[in-house]
């Protein structure tokens, strides 16, 4: 069996067009970032993507990663590429390529020869490493142990195999950094279980999180010795809770080439429901077994895409962002369905259907991954925005940035209202509609009565400044937010999603609350300073900020500049425009930022940038930028995100540019159109249908678009609708060398947005 697995396991490293697992590179964005304007904007934490070589099923509950950081310590992912030390296999609950904290996880390590339960981290070298999305293996020279393990939605595999005839213990901890947690041996069973206790950052930062992470372990071979431990002290007893350092080892007898497998099940609604995963997902399957099905997953899931090209690096990176794609959000419920209710003290509640899914980095992924799925797979956007409602039922307010199922108010806007309203308005709709969009209202019309409702996170921050002055002025220092003041980008940002929140509530024929927030969907331009071209602070008198510093980061913009985020009005691209002077000021403008060299790829705020040259006489100019970025900012090792990937963000930016089109108004249903990197893209569809990207180039260097066809038929316009993509079709792209300065650039031919 064991000679199987290690074919398997290997397998992936021989190219076989057929399989698109072995182009995934899970290391991937875990060393500091390499790239142009990740060096020159990033600064300590920002310049490390923060994902992880994560084993896992997509979406999946708990991610399998090795462990080079043994906290679960806030923007400190359990593992460092430049790291030396080896000190176990972590059940993980890591935002991918955050700058959060771990919560709930479990780590299992191996030691040989004699016990240790502190200092036992082991030198490794990368060479000594082999990672997949489906299988991690690592040969830990000194222990003479090598250790794998392998995933199903909501439980981990590990098998260990003994390069010497020695005692092997298994160290198993809770990692909480808030010396809490349980666990407790039954050896009757052959069985570990225990938990560790989730708490909250951001709003309500250290409080307990109203839930736990629970893990059940079980073993295929006899325990020879066992106890309990808490840092240097060992204990004869089988259980041990609320100490700094606690843990449990079990002791075996290991043979020269005898191998054994443990199965991990976890959950987040008790003891329980661990052992209802394990017993259902993993406890009836071998390693191989369950790392085939997981490879299997895996593949099927990233053959809905296919690209083909000659650069086999273009595959490498797409793939591998496609993976960091589908990390989160996160599978929250049991197999029987029963899940933890939101913002709760240890209260579950059982779903009537679907799945109920947690850790959604909203401020990043309403932009480009969510928008992907919504054409790669509606049925999990209906999950996900069912998810959202309950959580706004069981808690009384829409979370804005709902993580670790709890209240946050992390980052600003209200996102929510962007996924659940483009949900709504692309016909994705197997939810209680009206309950929604009720949800959503009384975020974008209501502060919280009690003062402390309002400082744990519920509510949008700052809304009675917003509807009072219609924008935010820098009088109102936001103190009750992990981001305080940052007046303008929040005033931005709720533009935005009351523009989303109106169509909604245009299609609910509510015509009152239509108009309201249209009106209120403008308010962007309040904070538009027609002297200087570009956004800026502004008193609650009306007066602008002095000094002015457009390139400089200011306590009133949000990760970033002024410059940068004058450009963020993506639902009305042509209303910035005409504030601007017209489509050649915008292209000017746009200019100068790249000209200067300001354009921050590794920060979300800035996303829609390169692409909004669609909107001008210039559309030559997105290609352009857009290739320039693909080459600069992404490449196939370690350090080659150029910021935190956050829940996929990033990587979605790339999936979408690299096949050619990308929503700057993620609710709109228009994709604005770029020049693809691939000859070929096939992407398949729900209902059988099947979209087709085809570029035709009059050389290998060709990227400007000088004519394009929808299913045979020339296409003056530079975008194309969710709607055509949905019933399938192929998009034929014509590249040349040089830019076609008349293609695409009639107004005509561009998206309008809200000012028509």
């Known amino acids: 069996m064991y000679k199987l697995f290690i074919l398997l396991f290997f397998a992936g490293t021989v190219a076989n067009a057929q399989d698109l697992t072995h182009y995934v590179q899970p290391m991937a964005g875990t060393a500091a970032a390499t790239t142009k304007s990740a060096l020159k904007h990033g600064t300590g934490g920002e310049l490390f993507a923060n994902t992880i070589p994560a084993v896992t099923m997509p979406f999946g509950m708990t991610q399998w990663t090795p462990q080079t950081q043994m906290s679960e310590k806030k923007c400190l992912p359990p593992y460092y590429y430049r790291d030396t030390l080896f000190n176990g296999i972590r059940g ?17 390590m191996p030691v040989t020869g004699t016990l240790k339960t502190t200092d036992y981290s082991v030198r490794f070298k990368h060479t000594d490493e082999k990672s997949t999305p489906y299988g991690y293996r690592i040969n830990l020279r000194e222990e003479q142990v090598e250790v794998a393990v392998t995933s199903t939605p909501r439980c981990g595999l590990m098998q260990f195999k003994m390069n010497k005839a020695d005692s092997l213990y298994l160290l198993i901890t809770p990692n909480s950094d808030y010396h809490e947690g349980f666990i407790k041996i ?33 073993f295929e071979k006899g325990i020879d010795s066992k106890g309990t431990f808490a ?4 204990f004869s007893t089988d259980s041990i809770g609320n100490q700094p350092g606690i843990g449990a080892y079990v002791g075996f007898k290991m043979d020269k080439g005898e191998h054994f497998t443990i199965r991990i099940g976890t959950s987040f609604t008790g003891i329980e429901g661990a052992r209802k995963n394990l ?56 197999v029987d369905g029963l899940y933890p209710m939101f913002s709760s003290d240890y209260q579950n509640s059982t779903l009537t259907k679907g799945n109920y899914y947690d850790d959604f980095s909203m401020w990043d992924i309403y932009r480009a991954q969510i928008p992907l799925f919504e054409i790669l797979n509606p049925p999990l956007i209906n999950n996900l925005v069912q998810s959202l409602i309950l959580k706004g039922k069981q808690g009384g307010w829409m979370p804005i940035f709902p993580c670790w199922n709890s209240y946050t108010s992390e980052m600003i806007g209200d996102h929510p209202t962007s996924v659940i309203s483009s949900a709504y308005l692309k016909g994705i709709r197997n939810y209680n509609v009206k309950e929604a969009y009720e949800i959503l209202r009384h975020n974008a019309f209501n502060t919280p009565a009690s003062k402390t409702d309002y400082v744990e996170g519920k509510g949008r921050r700052a809304l009675e400044s917003y509807l009072k002055y219609h924008y935010i002025p820098l009088e109102d220092s936001v103190k009750d937010a992990f981001h305080k003041q940052e007046q303008v980008s929040r005033t931005l940002e709720y533009a935005y999603d009351d523009y989303a929140l109106a169509q909604f509530a245009k299609g609910m024929e509510k015509t009152t609350d239509y108009q309201l927030l249209i009106t209120r969907a403008g308010y962007y331009a309040n904070v538009f300073d027609k002297k200087t071209g570009m956004v800026r602070g502004r008193h609650a008198d009306g007066s602008w900020i002095t000094p002015y510093h457009p390139d400089e980061r200011e306590s009133y913009i949000t990760e970033g500049t002024a410059r940068q985020y004058t450009f963020y009005v993506p639902h009305d691209v042509s209303g ?13 403008s746009l200019d100068s930022l790249f000209i200067k060299k300001e354009y921050w790829h590794g920060n979300e705020p800035g996303h829609q940038i390169p692409f909004m040259y669609n909107y001008t006489a210039a559309p030559w100019k997105t290609q352009a930028q857009v ?16 910021g935190n990937d956050d829940a996929g963000q990033m990587s979605a930016w790339y999936m979408f ?35 087709e990207i085809i570029c035709h180039k009059t050389s290998k260097t060709a990227k400007y678009i000088h004519r394009a066809k929808w299913n045979g038929v020339l296409q003056a316009d530079n975008f194309i609708t969710y709607s055509n993509i949905m019933r399938g079709g192929k998009l034929e792209l014509y590249l040349q060398d040089t830019p076609d300065k008349k293609w695409g650039s009639n107004p005509i031919n561009q998206p309008k947005g809200m000012t028509k």
């Open 657 to 691: 540019a690299a096949m050619g089109f990308y929503p700057v108004n993620p609710i709109a249903g228009e994709y604005l159109l770029s020049s693809p990197i691939f000859t070929h893209v096939t992407v398949s569809l729900p209902k059988d249908k099947t979209f």
């Open 231 to 234: 840092m240097s002290q060992i």
């Open 279 to 334: 017993s259902e997902e993993a406890e009836t399957i071998d390693f191989v077994t369950a790392f085939a099905n997981c490879k299997s997953v895996w593949q099927k899931t990233l053959s809905q895409i296919k690209v083909e090209t000659d650069n086999e690096r273009d595959k490498q990176i797409f793939y591998t962002s496609y993976y960091h794609a589908m990390q989160q959000p996160r599978l929250f419920n049991d």
């Open 576 to 588: 910035l425009s005409s504030l601007m002077g017209g489509p050649r000021k915008l292209e000017s």
């Open 627 to 642: 290739r320039k970025i693909l080459s600069e900012e992404y490449s196939n090792g370690p350090g080659g995100l150029g």
């Open 186 to 218: 039954d050896a009757e069973k052959g069985e570990i279980y225990g938990y560790n206790p989730v708490h909250r950052i951001y709003q309500g930062w250290g409080k307990q999180a109203g839930f736990s992470g629970y893990f059940v372990i079980r």
């Open 92 to 108: 993980s609950h890591w935002l991918s390529g955050s700058c959060t904290q771990d919560y709930g996880s479990v780590t299992i």
